[in-house]
């Protein structure tokens, strides 16, 4: 399958592949993918995963390798996934920015979800379609800015690490360094998790306190 434009240019902004082995996806995940699992299958055949915009967007590999946690092993119903009590059913999750907002496929389409509420945003019909995206507004669609100007002081994102609000953006907390935590991408969404549950049992313009410890 040939590459469209868009995600081609993405790839070519990329890091090298971060797993050298061929990309396999099992029966759950392809079925999840539907009508976009050969375009999936044909961007992983060209990068099985790569990180982009100075780490700031990460797209996983097939399968885990000694560099990233894989597609196959991101999406187990028994690990983040569950916390959400069903708000991340039917999604394949295949990428995420520096705050581990992530990017799926669910009803053959390309959607962001919002860690913190569970929303979903509708972003295209196609990988194409939503690397036109991410190269259009790369700034906020990955969080750039924010993981450059830690990186400055820090040094590089250690791998598997993305960085969460410690007071969550949707409790008002700020876009800023003093409010992010270097922490395991996996702790982070399962942190979330519980923050989702709260705020979709709660009734409009009802308050919520919540702050995410590293």
């Given at each position: 399958?040939?590459?469209?434009?868009?995600?081609?240019?993405?790839?070519?902004?990329?890091?090298?592949?971060?797993?050298?082995?061929?990309?396999?996806?099992?029966?759950?995940?392809?079925?999840?993918?539907?009508?976009?699992?050969?375009?999936?299958?044909?961007?992983?055949?060209?990068?099985?995963?790569?990180?982009?915009?100075?780490?700031?967007?990460?797209?996983?590999?097939?399968?885990?390798?000694?560099?990233?946690?894989?597609?196959?092993?991101?999406?187990?119903?028994?690990?983040?996934?569950?916390?959400?009590?069903?708000?991340?059913?039917?999604?394949?999750?295949?990428?995420?920015?520096?705050?581990?907002?992530?990017?799926?496929?669910?009803?053959?389409?390309?959607?962001?979800?919002?860690?913190?509420?569970?929303?979903?945003?509708?972003?295209?019909?196609?990988?194409?379609?939503?690397?036109?995206?991410?190269?259009?507004?790369?700034?906020?669609?990955?969080?750039?800015?924010?993981?450059?100007?830690?990186?400055?002081?820090?040094?590089?994102?250690?791998?598997?690490?993305?960085?969460?609000?410690?007071?969550?953006?949707?409790?008002?907390?700020?876009?800023?360094?003093?409010?992010?935590?270097?922490?395991?991408?996996?702790?982070?969404?399962?942190?979330?998790?519980?923050?989702?549950?709260?705020?979709?049992?709660?009734?409009?313009?009802?308050?919520i306190s919540f702050r995410i410890e590293?």
């Amino acid at each position: 399958m040939r590459l469209g434009n868009s995600i081609s240019k993405l790839l070519s902004l990329a890091s090298a592949s971060l797993s050298q082995e061929a990309p396999t996806l099992g029966e759950t995940a392809l079925k999840a993918a539907g009508a976009i699992g050969n375009e999936l299958l044909a961007v992983l055949r060209a990068a099985n995963g790569f990180y982009a915009f100075e780490n700031a967007l990460h797209f996983l590999p097939a399968r885990s390798s000694l560099l990233s946690v894989g597609i196959e092993e991101w999406n187990t119903e028994s690990g983040w996934r569950k916390e959400y009590e069903g708000l991340a059913d039917d999604c394949l999750f295949f990428a995420e920015d520096v705050f581990g907002g992530q990017f799926c496929i669910v009803d053959n389409g390309i959607w962001s979800f919002d860690p913190e509420t569970g929303e979903r945003q509708a972003m295209g019909s196609s990988l194409d379609a939503w690397a036109r995206e991410i190269l259009r507004d790369y700034k906020v669609m990955t969080g750039h800015p924010v993981a450059h100007a830690w990186q400055m002081q820090n040094g590089p994102l250690p791998e598997g690490m993305r960085l969460v609000p410690r007071i969550p953006f949707v409790c008002n907390g700020e876009f800023n360094l003093a409010n992010l935590a270097l922490m395991d991408a996996e702790r982070g969404m399962r942190a979330r998790g519980n923050l989702a549950r709260q705020i979709r049992d709660l009734p409009d313009g009802a308050q919520i306190s919540f702050r995410i410890e590293a």
